[in-house]
């Protein structure tokens, strides 16, 4: 492998191009797994033998969306940290650091799995789903929650790569895996129903943690060179990777307690299961938007390490910049395709309309949480966590709910005025992250100068 060093030089050499060798690689294995969600999606919209399929499973998604917020968050803490570590040419502490990410995995993965066995059920009676929904949900939850600790370790294995600046590997392990979920699917959910489904996903997690395991620990494929045999444990680390991540993970919480409140005041179970399949939809453009962002993270921390101050506000800049254009494009896309994106699916009308409604409005939020986005994860990689999460809690409690709870409960308006609170919040946390993040930069740019 490239020696790590002179992947920094290339990287400084030209900022611009290094942000997409980072981010396309992320942006197709992502590509790749959103895929694979669409046609689980359409599998079990179309053949599983309940009406209201993907109505349980959106019950569930904002419990796995806090799983995936932790992870997501940590694994980015763990980057930056990783990236910075490197750009200063402290090989040893970076290996340190990818090692407490992976202690860090195997904890977290064995206590949300203890734990949500436990309240599964009142997580989803909670937003107020039927005996029969219930008991789907429960039917999918149980064993996906069985496979939460690989999904993890998978997710930060990743974090690892991401924050040595090689995204291509984890792109191909990606692949592999939602390849392989993708061709279980449609034999699992014949056999097994909604059941099936989540035993594909499981069974894919499980292959690609071996894969990453195999190859970064006993191959010793990567540039880090862990070893697990010989790791001293150090509270410091664990304390800085929790420092960068837990704000970026508990960010991600208040997200998904945001969509158990939507699923409370939406109430139609019509309703409920376009939301979640407009979620799937749209999670393509976030995936593309968190993948510039990340590989934002590993450039800046790179930088900020090698002290290359004056490439940190031109590549923010430009990362901003792009991401807005790419929310412009997916705005158009779903604002005037949305009828033709679901005509594969069987949707009735009201579901239909309701999906149309959603990308009628939201899109327009796209833009400005392409600028949040990037501005939030500048500032992690600065080492200043906390603004993404008093920013999330800005936009998704302060503004996003407060609102909703108002035009829904106490004015009865109907649920398109939810949309509409999200793209006001929207605008009006994109523009306090950006001013927010410029003036860190400055700040911290200033304090290490002199």
Same mark, same amino acid.
């Given at each position: 492998?490239?020696?790590?060093?002179?992947?920094?030089?290339?990287?400084?050499?030209?900022?611009?191009?290094?942000?997409?060798?980072?981010?396309?690689?992320?942006?197709?294995?992502?590509?790749?797994?959103?895929?694979?969600?669409?046609?689980?999606?359409?599998?079990?919209?179309?053949?599983?033998?309940?009406?209201?399929?993907?109505?349980?499973?959106?019950?569930?998604?904002?419990?796995?969306?806090?799983?995936?917020?932790?992870?997501?968050?940590?694994?980015?803490?763990?980057?930056?940290?990783?990236?910075?570590?490197?750009?200063?040419?402290?090989?040893?502490?970076?290996?340190?650091?990818?090692?407490?990410?992976?202690?860090?995995?195997?904890?977290?993965?064995?206590?949300?799995?203890?734990?949500?066995?436990?309240?599964?059920?009142?997580?989803?009676?909670?937003?107020?789903?039927?005996?029969?929904?219930?008991?789907?949900?429960?039917?999918?939850?149980?064993?996906?929650?069985?496979?939460?600790?690989?999904?993890?370790?998978?997710?930060?294995?990743?974090?690892? #790569?991401?924050?040595?600046?090689?995204?291509?590997?984890?792109?191909?392990?990606?692949?592999?895996?939602?390849?392989?979920?993708?061709?279980?699917?449609?034999?699992?959910?014949?056999?097994?129903?909604?059941?099936?489904?989540? #035993?594909?996903?499981?069974?894919?997690?499980?292959?690609?943690?071996?894969?990453?395991?195999?190859?970064?620990?006993?191959?010793?494929?990567?540039?880090?060179?862990?070893?697990?045999?010989?790791?001293?444990?150090?509270?410091?680390?664990?304390?800085?990777?929790?420092?960068?991540?837990?704000?970026?993970?508990?960010?991600?919480?208040?997200?998904?307690?945001?969509?158990?409140?939507?699923?409370?005041?939406?109430?139609?179970?019509?309703?409920?299961?376009?939301?979640?399949?407009?979620?799937?939809?749209?999670?393509?453009?976030?995936?593309?938007?968190?993948?510039?962002?990340?590989?934002?993270?590993?450039?800046?921390?790179?930088?900020?390490?090698?002290?290359?101050?004056?490439?940190?506000?031109?590549?923010?800049?430009?990362?901003?910049?792009?991401?807005?254009?790419?929310?412009?494009?997916?705005?158009?896309?779903?604002?005037?395709?949305?009828?033709?994106?679901?005509?594969?699916?069987?949707?009735?009308?009201?579901?239909?309309?309701?999906?149309?409604?959603?990308?009628?409005?939201?899109?327009?939020?796209?833009?400005?949480?392409?600028?949040?986005?990037?501005?939030?994860?500048?500032?992690?990689?600065?080492?200043?966590?906390?603004?993404?999460?008093?920013?999330?809690?800005?936009?998704?409690?302060?503004?996003?709910?407060?609102?909703?709870?108002?035009?829904?409960?106490?004015?009865?308006?109907?649920?398109?005025?939810?949309?509409?609170?999200?793209?006001?919040?929207?605008?009006?946390?994109?523009?306090?992250?950006?001013?927010?993040?410029?003036?860190?930069?400055?700040?911290?740019?200033?304090?290490?100068?002199?």
């Amino acid at each position: 492998m490239k020696n790590n060093q002179n992947r920094t030089q290339e990287f400084i050499k030209n900022p611009q191009k290094a942000l997409w060798k980072l981010s396309i690689p992320m942006m197709l294995g992502m590509l790749a797994h959103t895929l694979y969600t669409v046609v689980d999606m359409y599998f079990i919209n179309n053949y599983v033998h309940f009406e209201d399929a993907m109505a349980s499973l959106g019950y569930l998604f904002p419990s796995m969306f806090i799983v995936m917020g932790i992870t997501f968050g940590l694994g980015s803490g763990g980057t930056a940290l990783i990236s910075k570590f490197i750009g200063a040419g402290d090989k040893e502490k970076a290996n340190s650091t990818a090692e407490h990410l992976i202690l860090l995995g195997v904890i977290i993965g064995l206590f949300i799995t203890i734990l949500y066995y436990f309240i599964a059920d009142k997580i989803v009676l909670w937003q107020g789903a039927s005996n029969d929904a219930l008991k789907y949900s429960l039917d999918y939850f149980y064993i996906i929650i069985s496979g939460t600790t690989f999904m993890i370790l998978g997710i930060f294995f990743r974090s690892i #790569l991401s924050g040595e600046g090689d995204n291509v590997f984890a792109m191909k392990v990606i692949g592999i895996g939602t390849l392989l979920n993708i061709i279980l699917d449609p034999i699992l959910i014949y056999f097994y129903q909604i059941q099936g489904a989540a #035993l594909a996903t499981v069974i894919s997690q499980i292959v690609v943690f071996i894969i990453f395991t195999y190859s970064i620990l006993l191959k010793k494929s990567c540039y880090l060179d862990l070893n697990l045999k010989k790791f001293v444990y150090n509270r410091t680390m664990i304390g800085k990777i929790l420092e960068l991540g837990l704000p970026a993970a508990a960010s991600m919480i208040i997200m998904a307690f945001w969509m158990g409140i939507c699923n409370t005041l939406i109430v139609d179970e019509d309703a409920i299961e376009a939301f979640a399949m407009v979620g799937r939809i749209e999670h393509i453009f976030f995936l593309i938007i968190i993948s510039i962002a990340t590989g934002l993270v590993t450039l800046v921390g790179m930088f900020f390490g090698a002290k290359r101050f004056d490439l940190i506000k031109q590549i923010i800049d430009y990362a901003i910049i792009r991401s807005i254009y790419i929310g412009i494009v997916f705005f158009g896309i779903f604002y005037m395709f949305s009828t033709y994106i679901f005509s594969p699916f069987e949707l009735s009308q009201n579901e239909l309309d309701h999906v149309i409604k959603y990308f009628s409005i939201v899109p327009f939020a796209y833009p400005f949480i392409a600028v949040a986005m990037n501005s939030g994860r500048a500032m992690q990689a600065l080492g200043y966590g906390m603004p993404t999460l008093i920013i999330t809690f800005l936009r998704v409690l302060f503004i996003n709910a407060l609102l909703s709870y108002i035009f829904i409960v106490v004015y009865h308006k109907d649920i398109i005025y939810i949309w509409y609170s999200i793209v006001l919040s929207s605008i009006i946390t994109a523009i306090t992250a950006y001013l927010w993040m410029k003036k860190i930069s400055n700040d911290v740019i200033i304090s290490e100068k002199y």
